[in-house]
């Protein structure tokens, strides 16, 4: 048995997902998730479905840089959990209704949809089992041709995006078009860390070469909890009219199907030994043109890294006062 860390677990697509790999009964399933109530909860209903004990819930805020670096200390620190075989970075916000910012001052998107796995991900590369797999949750929108009723990605860089008022063009955008356009860029990111983390795997000469990294996107999933910030019409649409064209609308998926998908590149022996890349639902496809730019990717990655306050200690990875890191 091995275990799995799927961030937002509790809900959604991340509770379809542990759903799912509870159901193999091969999994010690790790909800992580901001509120240590829900968190129960969520472990309390995959139990009355299943009967199954190898699961618990840790508390993680992936808008607190403390509350990550917390929980990799407590998950370290545990003696009693079966190697981790995989981790699932799968929450994500969208905000539209204001400007908002994390507990340390990064625009609440950016900071909790990437930085926040970023940082997480990193933390928890020394946990790992040499065959270990590592799947980011992206979306379609993240690709300019598939972003229909959302603004294309605007790639700044990441301090730009950490801190928006920094660039000019971005704080004219009403705070609706803001928060979608902070989500779709997002998406991007989590894309390229995709690559740029596969890439930076190789570089090691140590059994960290094992460690795949894939990028998800599970389609268009009305009745979640993503349009909790959009107006009461947007919602009653997002949440009764889209489930009912789901059969007739491509790539607009049920979140139990969805999840099914999430957790199948977590368990298919077929996916060993595949890594940076793309998937739409079980599909591999390409993702965007701008998200296989490598030196973007590369200056994205140390930027983050310093947003973050990355350590040598804290990640086998190259830091961006190395050497490795240029040849990434």
């Known amino acids: 048995m091995k275990s799995v860390i799927i961030t937002g677990g509790n809900s959604g697509l991340g509770f379809e997902c542990a759903r799912a790999l509870v159901e193999t009964r091969e999994w010690y399933v790790i909800v992580a998730c901001r509120d240590p109530e829900r968190g129960r909860e969520a472990i309390k209903r995959l139990y009355a479905r299943s009967w199954y004990k190898p699961m618990e819930a840790m508390v993680l805020d992936l808008g607190s840089m403390a509350s990550i670096r917390t ?17 699932v970075c799968n929450a994500g916000t969208q905000v539209v209704a204001k400007r ?18 970023f940082l997480l991900a990193n933390l928890m590369l020394r946990q790992m089992e040499p065959q270990a797999r590592i799947i980011f949750v992206s979306s379609g929108t993240h690709d300019p041709s598939q972003t229909t009723g959302m603004p294309a990605p605007r790639l700044l860089t990441a301090r730009e995006l950490a ?7 971005t704080m004219r955008e009403s705070p609706g078009q803001f928060g979608r356009r902070a989500y779709t860029t997002s ?45 009461g019409f947007m919602r009653f649409a997002w949440n009764y009219v889209l489930p009912v064209l789901r059969p007739f609308v491509p790539h607009v998926n049920s979140v139990r199907h969805s999840g099914k998908a999430l957790a199948s ?31 973007r990717a590369a200056a994205l990655w140390q930027q983050s890294a310093e947003l973050v306050h990355l350590t040598r200690e804290e990640t086998p990875l190259p830091l961006p006062s190395d050497s490795r890191a240029s040849a990434a």
């Open 71 to 87: 929980f990799a200390a407590n998950y370290a620190a545990r003696g009693d959990l079966p190697p981790l075989g995989a981790l």
């Open 100 to 117: 908002t910012q994390t507990a340390d001052g990064f625009e609440t998107t950016f900071g909790v949809n990437h930085l926040g796995h």
């Open 265 to 295: 590149l977590v368990t298919d022996p077929k996916l060993e030994r595949t890594t940076a890349k793309y998937f739409q639902g079980y599909k591999e496809e390409p993702s965007s043109t701008e998200s296989y730019e490598r030196d």
């Open 187 to 231: 998406k991007l990111c989590n894309v390229m860390c995709t690559y740029e983390m596969s890439r930076r795997l190789r570089l090691e000469e140590s059994n960290l070469q094992g460690i795949t990294v894939n990028a998800f996107d599970p389609g268009l999933m009305p009745a979640t909890g993503l349009a909790r910030d959009y107006s």
């Open 163 to 169: 801190y928006p008022e920094r660039n000019a063009e």
